[in-house]
């Protein structure tokens, strides 16, 4: 069975500051991941993904997440964090080359302090 | 581009009770999935949809969950009876097809309290 480990739920940091969120997996094969962000009052959003190539991806907003497959990971970085990042954050994850639904860590709620 | 559609987005009932969520998904997407979100959770897969047939529902509750997607477009999930555990927030998400590289877009959610 395939699992998604986030390991801080909660994580306060001021405006300008640097962010790096954790994220671990455990599956057997070739997978797919994903941020996805939920701000206030806001639905489910995709951040970015990985899915092959270039282990760094860029998405949106100036965030960056780097797969790093010796260590089941795949955490969330952004240099400069703004108010605006307030909001839950999830990764997830899908079979490689299947086709089967999303499944989620439990989510790190952002709070970015002006 | 219009996003997808759930409806209501709040229901209240007691336990015991049925309820019915509906999705919309966007126009054009064949893959329709039903997330359960319970509070302090990551979202969790109820089923998939392609088209009009199941693709997976092992994680569905089968004994009180049912979910249609009769004509490939939009879909219903229902709950019959409810149980005070199954409070949460009912997601609905589309992709343009199965493969698991697609992008989800997910809708607002329909959020669940049995009393």
């Known amino acids: 069975a395939q699992s998604v480990s986030q390991h801080n739920h909660h994580v306060i940091l001021s405006e300008a500051a640097s962010l790096e969120l954790g994220c671990n997996y455990s599956?057997?094969?070739?997978?797919?991941l994903f941020w996805y962000v939920q701000y206030p009052g806001q639905h489910l959003q995709l951040l970015l993904k990985?899915?092959?190539?270039?282990?760094l991806v860029k998405g949106i907003k100036g965030f960056e997440a780097e797969f790093i497959k010796s260590k089941f990971s795949f955490n969330l970085r952004k240099p400069s964090v703004q108010w605006s990042d307030t909001a839950e954050y999830f990764c997830a994850l899908s079979s490689g080359g299947g086709a089967d639904g999303l499944t989620f860590g439990k989510g790190t709620h952002l709070i970015i302090q002006p | 581009e219009a996003g997808v559609a759930q409806s209501p987005r709040y229901k209240i009932i007691e336990k015991r009770q049925s309820v019915a969520f509906w999705c919309n998904p966007i126009s054009g997407h064949a893959t329709l999935y039903w997330y359960q979100q319970i509070l302090g959770q990551g979202p969790k897969l109820l089923i998939q949809?392609?088209?009009?047939?199941?693709?997976?529902d092992s994680q569905l509750p089968k004994d009180r969950f049912s979910a249609e997607r009769l004509k490939g477009v939009d879909s219903t999930l229902k709950i019959q009876p409810a149980k005070l555990e199954d409070s949460a927030v009912y997601l609905c998400?589309?992709?343009?097809?199965?493969?698991?590289?697609?992008?989800?877009?997910f809708g607002p959610g329909t959020r669940l309290l049995v009393l």
């Open positions: 990985y899915f092959s190539g270039d282990p």
């Open positions: 998400a589309s992709s343009l097809g199965p493969d698991s590289r697609e992008t989800q877009y």
């Open positions: 599956y057997g094969g070739t997978v797919n």
């Open positions: 949809f392609q088209n009009n047939g199941v693709v997976d």
